[in-house]
């Protein structure tokens, strides 16, 4: 279920878990939280656990590292850096926070409302205004989209939603928010090629899609939106650039304006054409779904790495540069490990590096340097024994290794967040750590003694 921040209160419990310098230290006790189904808030937070941990970002006697400019989010930046609208990226932000105000989180959090339902909800939830969008996935892989009202009632207020026939695939996409429209991919990686949706957040009117048919494609990670650009990796397609509000059909082009209005009076036509068989025969009168609306595609730039990289994380970006995590598939033999650098305008590689593990969790920007966490396995329960990892540091102009630690107890397969100065990973030995940025010197580690799969948020001075 959706976690969204409010400031409405239950009483916070104490957790003893272990949260030290180092692994010998005796333990210290963060505030936790243990509830299965939490409605908190919407753009402080966004979660969905069934334990949610609160910590210190900072301990005292530790400073944050300086020479980092700030940006509106609060979390380093480049001063030139062309970066997405708040949740244009994946968590938000290219820092990976999971918030874009920096407004501290529910000091006594409390159940606001429970969706109940017998999907699963795998991608992570993204705040729609003041809605909150989901992705399920329900049997047979039937898929599903929803927007609730963040206010209103318990059970929330349900926007809008999508199923099939519309939807095809199950979709583990987060969506990018771009102005009032909603970008997101699906397909999973059993799946043989995928589509990449844009609709309207407002309304959940599809406005254009992309089909990208083939053997090991799927739109797994989150789209990437900078300015009237959007990028998408998708497998063995590799990585994608459109221009995401311009469509088109039949050889001409549309603004999305224009699309809507050219979607809605379809819509329109065919409720009458309904209504007109419903007179003549109601026995035999179908309505009409979304998959009958006009087949807009958007205007695609370009496309690099089909048929020789395996993206499935999230794209990031920093400056003029598109960050991209390639991944080599070990039962298919196919893909590329290791994390390119990208012109953003044209796609053509700046630098490559080579990383040790696969990149499941895409990288994060921290200044001048790029956060890669590696991991030996993916999503799989029964593969942690064996599972190994790494956090890479590269240097955003070069690609060239700053440091690099080896975790051998565990894989990070999440997103890495960043805030002053600090990088918190979680990783499948159940640990949290937060290492520093500039030199990768370990500043804490807490055990919370069960696999993280999923990655951190930081709201002010707080990781949940």
């Known amino acids: 279920m959706p976690m969204i921040p409010s400031n409405r209160s239950t009483d916070l419990t104490r957790s003893t878990g272990n949260l030290s310098s180092t692994e010998n230290q005796a333990p210290r006790e963060p505030t936790s939280m243990r509830r299965n189904h939490i409605a908190w808030g919407w753009n402080r937070l966004l979660f969905a656990p069934s334990l949610v941990l609160a910590l210190p970002l900072v301990w005292p006697g530790r400073q944050p590292v300086a020479g980092y400019q700030e940006s509106v989010s609060g979390s380093p930046q480049p001063a030139s850096a062309s970066v997405p609208p708040p949740w244009g990226t994946y968590r938000g932000n290219p820092q990976r926070t999971g918030n874009t105000d920096q407004r501290p989180g529910p000091r006594q959090p409390t159940v606001l409302w429970i969706h109940k339902s017998q999907e699963h909800f795998v991608a992570a939830p993204v705040p729609v205004g003041d809605a909150v969008y989901v992705s399920g996935i329900g049997a047979f892989n039937r898929p599903s989209l929803h927007l609730f009202a963040l206010a209103g009632g318990n059970p929330p207020p349900l926007r809008w939603s999508k199923s ?35 609709v309207d957040a407002r309304s959940g009117l599809p406005l254009w899609q992309l089909p990208l048919p083939g053997d090991l494609i799927h739109l797994e990670g989150a789209p990437l939106v900078v300015g009237q650009r959007a990028y998408m990796g998708a497998g063995a397609a590799g990585v994608l650039a459109i221009q995401w509000n311009t469509a088109v059909l039949e050889g001409k082009e549309y603004d999305l304006a224009a699309v809507r209005q050219r979607q809605q009076q379809r819509w329109k036509e065919l409720l009458a054409r309904y209504e007109e068989d419903k007179k003549k025969d109601p026995d035999f009168a179908i309505p009409p779904d979304d998959s009958q609306l006009l087949k807009f595609t958007p205007k695609k730039l370009w496309q690099k790495g089909q048929n020789q990289w395996h993206v499935d994380a999230p794209l990031n970006v920093s400056g003029e540069l598109l960050l991209v995590p390639s991944a080599f598939l070990d039962k298919e033999k196919v893909g590329e490990r290791g994390l390119l650098a990208l012109r953003a305008d044209n796609g053509e590689i700046v630098w490559k590096a080579r990383l040790e593990y696969n990149p499941w969790g895409g990288a994060t920007v921290a200044g001048e340097t790029i956060l890669v966490p590696g991991s030996s396995i993916g999503y799989y329960y029964k593969e942690l024994r064996a599972a190994k990892g790494d956090l890479t540091a590269l240097d955003r102009k070069t690609g060239q290794v700053r440091w690099r630690k080896e975790i051998p107890t565990g894989g990070i397969v999440s997103c890495v967040a960043v805030h002053e100065g600090l990088a918190i990973a979680t990783a499948t030995d159940g640990k949290v750590r937060a290492f520093s940025v500039a030199d990768g010197e370990r500043a804490w580690l807490y055990d919370c003694k069960a696999p993280l799969f999923a990655p951190p948020a930081i709201a002010a001075d707080t990781v949940y």
């Open 164 to 198: 099939a026939p519309y939807l095809k695939l199950p979709s583990v996409s987060s969506p990018a928010v771009a102005e009032d429209c909603l970008l997101f991919g699906d397909g999973m990686h059993q799946d043989s090629g995928g589509t990449w949706h844009c």
